[in-house]
């Protein structure tokens, strides 16, 4: 495993782009580009993890209102691979129709989409697991689709409980999962975790 990390490591991001918001999984992207999709509940930091990965600070739009992303925005990297910043779910604020259209165009674009090759579900490590999540990657599971869990905010709790909280919180997945997914744990202020989900989307990029 120590030779196949050098190998990968530190994917160079030479450029990356805002390419389109698309209001349905119709209405994206018509080429065979790889896709790697960026979803968690709305407040998890997943603006903030984006432009620390790209290391463009206001590529993807943070926002002090928590369900703002009702989009599916797509940003090329490096030319050759899109990363996907799909709306949060969960968010109770917004009205039952609204809710449900969300749902319906996340589901849609994860079952759907032909060039999604990985979901990355980002988890506030803060909290002990929460059911929201918890249905999302089952969900997630049951549907065959293949993801990891990021776990966020990691700064605002130092590396020794970040460590505890993930491992506690994998760990609550074997109730009924006979193997667990990968995670990384990282934090946007912090750089943690960018050199580690780089490497894993380059590993898969190789592959394709």
Same mark, same amino acid.
């Given at each position: 495993?120590?030779?196949?990390?050098?190998?990968?490591?530190?994917?160079?991001?030479?450029?990356?782009?805002?390419? @389109?918001?698309?209001?349905?999984? @119709?209405?994206?992207?018509?080429?065979?580009?790889? %896709?790697?999709?960026? @979803?968690?509940?709305?407040?998890?930091? +997943?603006?903030?993890?984006? *432009?620390?990965?790209?290391?463009?600070?206001?590529?993807? &739009?943070?926002?002090?209102?928590?369900?703002?992303?009702?989009?599916?925005?797509?940003?090329?990297?490096?030319?050759?691979?899109?990363?996907?910043?799909?709306?949060?779910?969960?968010?109770?604020?917004?009205? +039952?129709?609204? =809710?449900?259209?969300?749902?319906?165009?996340?589901?849609?674009?994860?079952?759907?989409?032909? #060039?999604?090759? *990985?979901?990355?579900?980002?988890?506030?490590?803060?909290?002990? #697991?929460? #059911?929201?999540?918890?249905?999302?990657?089952?969900?997630?599971?049951?549907?065959?689709?293949?993801?990891?869990?990021?776990?966020?905010?990691?700064?605002?709790?130092?590396?020794?409980?970040?460590? #505890?909280?993930?491992?506690?919180?994998?760990?609550?997945?074997?109730?009924?999962? %006979? %193997?667990?997914?990968?995670?990384?744990?990282?934090?946007?202020?912090?750089?943690?975790? =960018?050199? %580690?989900?780089?490497?894993?989307?380059?590993? @898969? *990029? &190789?592959?394709?």
């Amino acid at each position: 495993m120590q030779t196949q990390k050098r190998q990968y490591q530190n994917m160079e991001i030479k450029k990356a782009e805002f390419v @389109i918001s698309s209001p349905s999984v @119709i209405q994206c992207p018509k080429d065979t580009k790889p %896709e790697y999709a960026f @979803i968690g509940r709305s407040n998890v930091g +997943k603006s903030s993890l984006i *432009n620390m990965l790209c290391q463009r600070k206001g590529l993807a &739009k943070t926002s002090a209102t928590p369900g703002k992303t009702q989009l599916i925005n797509y940003f090329i990297v490096n030319n050759n691979w899109y990363l996907v910043d799909l709306p949060g779910y969960g968010y109770a604020k917004l009205s +039952k129709t609204m =809710r449900n259209k969300l749902e319906q165009m996340i589901s849609s674009y994860i079952l759907q989409r032909k #060039q999604l090759v *990985n979901v990355f579900v980002l988890i506030d490590i803060r909290h002990e #697991q929460q #059911q929201i999540d918890r249905e999302f990657v089952d969900w997630l599971g049951m549907s065959g689709i293949p993801f990891c869990i990021v776990f966020t905010k990691a700064d605002k709790i130092g590396p020794v409980k970040a460590k #505890q909280n993930a491992e506690a919180w994998m760990k609550k997945m074997l109730d009924t999962w %006979e %193997e667990t997914p990968l995670y990384f744990i990282t934090s946007a202020e912090k750089r943690t975790g =960018r050199d %580690e989900v780089l490497d894993y989307i380059e590993e @898969i *990029n &190789k592959t394709l």
